[in-house]
């Protein structure tokens, strides 16, 4: 195979010249390129499955499926941009800007749920990379995984978003809550329109997500609002919270989930040097906070729990949750999305 462009990058790396690419790796860097637009460039990788373990056991999922790896949105605070590390890409910003497509996912996916690997387990789409990207407006790979499931019946299903082009597939999703238990989590962290547009440059607005909430919701489609990840002292105030919690529920949306951010060492590498640019004033305590810890414990989560729990009886956003929302709200307030399974 020849050498495509990022194989020549990763063979600059010094980290590469010390061993040969293995794993995911190596696949990555024979990834044919499928397209280069602006900054951004598509990659083909093959998978060896789609149906990933979640092994921690704190998820309230057992198997999640990425039909991407990258993520064009490049939310600043992104946790999975470590998953790019697996294929010894060490620039945070590769993350959004190479994006590896799993064509071939839908079609293990069909042998795999034929052969009942996921054993009746709840199976969560979209949880380190978002399965609605600008990449999905080519390759329709979450498309296609959604038709597979459409094949099947009594699955137990959700898919995280932040994208309105879910409202591509309306049909296809009316399908799966006939067919499956199934659910949508729509990621809004904030109302504030600039705030939303510094921490997620390339993702919709949160009205337009609030606006696909109530196209949902109008379907007869199970759909809850996440505000993940909340940051201190940018999106936490209990005036923001509450606003957002009315807007949800105004929109039909039927749960409300929460956690506080937590910084792994790529996030933060990527994160903090965009807090010092635009919120100088809030990056000693962000050093102070997380020095010790990718994640916050104490009375700062706490008081965030209880406030989430108090807007949830407030707004009526507990209603129709089933069990395993109520335990997403659990596991989201301790969240360990760490580790390959992820991916
Ligand atoms: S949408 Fe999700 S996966 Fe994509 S960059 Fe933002 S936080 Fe990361």
Not at 56 to 81: H, V
Not at 89 to 104: M, N, P, Q, T, V
Not at 249 to 267: C, H, I, K, N, T
């Amino acid at each position: 195979m020849g050498c495509t462009a990022l194989q020549r990058i990763a063979e600059k790396s010094t980290r590469i010249e010390k061993s040969p690419l293995v794993g995911i790796a190596r696949m990555a860097a024979e990834s044919p390129q499928l397209r280069e637009r602006a900054e951004v460039e598509y990659f083909r990788l093959g998978a060896r499955s789609t149906l990933n373990r979640e092994s921690s056991g704190r998820m309230p999922f057992a198997w999640t499926i990425n039909p991407y790896r990258g993520c064009e949105f490049g939310c600043q605070y992104c946790y999975a941009r470590y998953t790019h590390e697996f294929m010894e890409l060490w620039d945070s910003r590769d993350f959004e800007r190479k994006i590896y497509a799993k064509s071939d996912a839908p079609e293990l996916l069909r042998a795999e749920l034929r052969q009942g690997r996921d054993k009746g387990l709840p199976i969560s789409l979209g949880t380190a990379t978002d399965p609605y990207q600008p990449a999905e407006k080519q390759f329709e790979i979450t498309r296609r995984i959604l038709k597979v499931f459409a094949e099947f019946e009594g699955l137990d299903l959700s898919i995280t978003t932040k994208s309105v082009l879910i409202l591509r597939d309306l049909e296809l999703l009316k399908t799966l809550a006939c067919r499956h238990r199934f659910g949508i989590h729509m990621t809004v962290t904030t109302l504030d329109e600039r705030l939303a547009r510094l921490l997620e440059p390339k993702a919709p607005a949160p009205a337009q997500r609030l606006e696909a909430v109530r196209k949902l919701d109008g379907a007869g489609i199970r759909v809850g609002v996440n505000v993940m990840p909340i940051l201190p002292g940018l999106n936490d105030s209990p005036r923001m919270l509450e606003a957002l919690a009315a807007r949800a529920a105004q929109a039909g949306a039927r749960g409300l989930f929460g956690s506080v951010l937590f910084l792994m060492p790529s996030a933060m590498k990527h994160f903090m040097p965009f807090l010092e640019k635009e919120f100088p004033h809030l990056a000693g305590r962000y050093h102070r906070l997380y020095a010790r810890s990718a994640y916050l414990r104490g009375e700062y989560p706490e008081k965030v729990s209880k406030l989430m729990s108090e807007l949830r009886v407030r707004y009526g956003l507990n209603a129709g949750r089933g069990e395993a929302w109520a335990s997403a709200v659990k596991a989201q307030m301790t969240l360990p999305f760490g580790g390959r399974a992820f991916v």
